[in-house]
């Protein structure tokens, strides 16, 4: 086990490390994983991948988990990079790739994070947990929650999709439903977690998620033989997929593996919630939280984030930006990839074709760049939003 201690992301504090933490005791924000990278390149070698396993685990050195015996697996991570030749052709660019995370199991990235988690949960001896989701957080807590024998307790919003709601009941769940958002379900964890004695895997208010989530960009550097992209695409709510991306980039680096490069990070959102595009163009360190948010991309309606603050640092260290774009062409984006490359892409993928275009069509994009747009989830999930938009 290579974790050193936890840090703040905010404050100064510093944690020891293989304990059970929610938020920094001091200020209230989320807590990151230190490892000793130094010791970990030792043995996590860029050679040694090649006979490792097809799954995230593979990052095992960095990763915070300290007994192999309670890394659960269900095949998660090595998701496929897909080269996106037609829709590539079709706007003259020469390197068009789509990251597919709906090869996940329960279909989405999220059940990187929840591999992780739910490992580092049951390591610490959790019986119960319980987190609030937009769905396919859910999904993938109550499959990783059953193969470790925990209970769990999920709080979605009354329209989630119903294929999530559906699933985690299958997968054994206790299932809540909250009229209201991501942030209401959120709140009532918070409030029952003490006396239920559930262990709360709330995005970013646990600190071992964004560990599982940052395998990602692992992975796409392996996958592209050592060398980022120009321009990474993702859809963020929480935000965990890309600040742990981040973190994954920096550590490679620190183990000699890359170099200072950076991919210019664009985060998408959906008109009807994008609390980081409006703090990103008014140029604000925080998001203000969005009243009354919409989106059939329900990953995305997360009106209000605890890890806003650093997302914006990363899109604005990165050179990036953040694109809203709306629902009727966020569905039509996931219909385009779909009968282009053969993805049936989540609403949330869909929206980053469109942002892509946006960027294109502005000229904020060079064509010969290398660039990825993460799949995060699947169609399948969402066949509501795509059944009201039947042609
Ligand atoms: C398919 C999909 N994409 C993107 C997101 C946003 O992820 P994050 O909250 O890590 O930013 C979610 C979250 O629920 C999701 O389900
Ligand atoms: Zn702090």
Known sequence: MNVTHLYC?????EYAPNKLYNLCAACGKPLLVAYD????????????LASRVPTLWRYAEVLPVAD?????????????????????????????????ESAN??????????????????ELGVKKVAAPSAGN?????????ALAGMECHIFVPLDTP???????????????????????????????????GWFDVSTLKEPYRVEGKKTMGYELAEQMNWNLPGVIFYPTGGGTGLIGMWKAFDEMEKM?????????????????????????????????????AHTVASGLRVPKAIGDFMMLDILRKSGGTA????????????????ACEGIFAAPEGGALLVAMKKLLDAGEIEKDQRIVLFNTGSGIKYLEAFETNLK
């Open 9 to 13: 992301s905010a404050c100064a504090a």
């Open 37 to 48: 990278l130094e010791k970990a390149a030792e043995t996590l070698t860029k050679e040694s």
């Open 68 to 100: 192999k015996i309670n890394q659960l697996s269900l095949g998660e991570g090595m998701t496929p990079l897909h080269n996106a030749e037609t829709l590539g052709t079709k706007y003259g660019l020469k390197n068009l790739y789509i990251k597919d």
């Open 105 to 122: 199991p329960t279909q989405s990235f999220k059940a990187r994070g929840m591999a992780v988690a739910v490992s580092m949960a049951k």
């Open 137 to 145: 957080a859910a999904g993938a807590l109550s499959a990783y929650a």
């Open 162 to 196: 119903k294929a999530c709601i559906i699933e985690c009941e299958v997968l054994g769940a206790n299932v809540n439903l909250v009229d209201g958002l991501i942030t209401d379900c959120g709140k009532i964890v918070a409030g029952r977690k003490e006396a239920e």
């Open 256 to 292: 000699g593996w890359i170099d200072s490069f950076r991919p210019r990070m664009i985060s998408v959102q959906a008109d009807g919630c994008a609390p980081i595009v409006e703090a990103f163009e008014q140029n604000l360190d925080h998001g203000t939280e969005i009243e009354n």
């Open 323 to 338: 694109v809203s774009v709306s629902d009727e062409d966020l569905v039509a984006g996931a219909r385009e990839i779909g």
